[in-house]
């Protein structure tokens, strides 16, 4: 069993068709993305429309639950800015799309070797708000999966690739496809780096493994389609690739 597991895309469709092309070339039987997918970049409907045509597990992330609900369930706070983007993509999401993303599942589990499993979600299995850093202590870490019946663990959310083994199983995040900055939690126009992130879980009878893969895409094209976009407070993304 080989998974790709995407995660965070944030409307970057440019960067999504990059890891999508390196994906194919790896054999993968599945896909899973752990959300945020479609809210803060140029293309929201593009997105959406990738990945209607993929066969691919979807996992709600908080940015995708808040742009369908408009109600900020974490701690960060939002800033009309912010609520200015939201509008902006819920203006170019058809009802469809917009059923679409409101069908993203909470948690997804995918059986992989015998009675193994991984445990697939956006933040922590409780809480797509959870974040799970590197720098945190284990015993900060290791309550997030207990009670959970997955043998392996894999989240988005914190756009930081990482590994990290307990017992006889792991916890890993692919990190982003749409947003790669360089710190854990970046200033506001901390630089953004020119490729896509995702990782390759393979699970054969006696091993597995996790790749971490970098996928360099177009910054040219998506800082073309975002000045034609129309969507409003572009100085994050041009500031943040001009870095």
């Known amino acids: 069993m080989r998974i790709a597991v995407i ?5 970057n469709a440019v960067a999504l068709d990059a890891a999508l092309a390196d994906i194919a070339s790896q054999g993968v039987d599945k896909i899973v993305c752990l959300g945020d997918a479609i809210q803060w970049g140029p293309q929201p409907t593009e997105t959406v429309h990738r990945l209607r045509g993929l066969p691919c597990a979807l996992v709600m992330g908080n940015t995708d ?25 819920l203006d170019h999401l058809s009802e469809a799309d917009r059923a679409f993303i409101a069908a993203f599942a909470p948690t997804v589990c995918i059986a992989v070797t015998g009675d193994d499993t991984v445990l697939c979600f956006h933040g922590s299995p409780a809480s797509f708000d959870d974040i799970i850093l ?6 900060e870490v290791f309550p997030f999966f207990q009670g959970q019946d997955a043998r392996w663990f894999v989240g988005g959310h914190t756009h930081v ?24 939690r970046p200033d506001e126009y901390a630089r953004l ?9 393979t699970a054969r009878e006696t091993t597995v ?12 094209q998506l800082m073309t389609i975002a000045r034609q976009s129309g969507r409003p407070h572009l100085d994050r993304i041009l500031q943040g690739y001009a870095t």
């Open 7 to 11: 995660s965070d895309i944030h409307g």
């Open 161 to 184: 690739q990482q590994l990290r083994s307990f017992s006889d199983g792991f916890f890993f995040n692919p990190g982003s496809i749409g947003v790669v900055y360089r710190d854990d």
């Open 65 to 89: 639950a808040w742009l369908l609900s408009g109600q900020e369930t974490g701690n960060e706070g939002v800033t009309p800015a912010q609520e200015e983007v939201r509008q902006w993509s």
């Open 193 to 201: 780096e020119p490729w896509a992130e995702y990782a390759l879980l």
């Open 209 to 220: 493994s996790v790749e971490f893969r970098r996928v360099p895409f177009d910054v040219a």
């Open 134 to 139: 590197p720098t945190m202590p284990s015993d």
